[in-house]
């Protein structure tokens, strides 16, 4: 069974700082995997999606990597602004048409 | 292009009775999900269509869930008989075709919030 582990499961920094958020996975048969930001009470919104064969993605401040074979993936937001406050959760999708969530990183950057 | 909509946003209910959630996707997306939240965790998966077809259903999805969606357009999750377990929030998503080998993004809605009293 796929097992989705996001460490830490909150932070908090001052802004400017660059920061990783850490995504496990236990099953390494997935097509893809997705990064997401949740602010409180609101829907999903996806940053980032990584398919299997690639190892990284960029979206402005955001960079994200993908280590199937060792079931890793770092979501690395640089030079924080408190406008990043959010929760951000990771999820695989394994040989469905379905994700697979880890319980999220809680960030909150402070002026 | 509106985004995901989903009605009622909050829903307050005593146990036992039914409620209705509605979805109405991005229009052409042909893909609906249904997942659901609960404080403190991710979104699970409930089930998802392709047009009108629902090709998988989660075994979360007890007897008393029933999703719908007729001619393909908007969907309806209802709960029948709810009960204090059922409070949660209720996602739905939209995607042009199937992310997992196309890598289409995927667009969830705000949420239906559901307390059962």
């Known amino acids: 069974k796929q097992e989705v582990t996001q460490i830490p499961a909150a932070l908090s920094v001052p802004e400017g700082e660059n920061l990783v958020l850490n995504c496990s996975f236990t099953?390494?048969?997935?097509?893809?995997l997705q990064w997401f930001r949740q602010d409180p009470g609101k829907g999903l919104t996806s940053l980032l999606l990584?398919?299997?064969?690639?190892r990284e993605q960029t979206s402005g401040r955001l960079n994200a990597s993908l280590d199937k074979s060792s079931g890793r993936s770092t979501l690395y937001i640089a030079a924080s602004q408190p406008g990043d406050s959010a929760t951000y959760l990771c999820?695989?999708?394994?040989?469905?048409?379905?994700?697979?969530f880890g319980t999220g990183t809680r960030l909150q950057v402070f002026p | 292009d509106t985004g995901v909509s989903q009605n009622p946003r909050h829903k307050i209910t005593k146990r036992g009775q039914n409620v209705t959630f509605r979805c109405d996707p991005i229009?052409?997306?042909?893909?609906l999900y249904w997942y659901r939240q609960t404080l403190g965790q991710g979104p699970e998966f409930l089930t998802y269509?392709?047009?009108?077809?629902?090709?998988?259903k989660s075994r979360l999805l007890s007897d008393r869930f029933s999703a719908e969606r007729p001619k393909g357009s908007f969907s309806t999750l209802e709960i029948q008989r709810t009960e204090q377990g059922d409070s949660a929030m209720y996602l739905c998503a939209s995607s042009p075709g199937g992310f997992v080998s196309s890598g289409n993004t995927i667009y969830f809605g705000e949420g239906s919030w559901l307390t059962v009293v």
């Open positions: 999820a695989v999708a394994p040989r469905t048409d379905k994700l697979i």
């Open positions: 099953d390494s048969a997935i097509y893809n």
């Open positions: 229009s052409e997306h042909n893909r």
């Open positions: 990584i398919q299997s064969s690639q």
């Open positions: 269509f392709q047009n009108e077809a629902q090709l998988e």
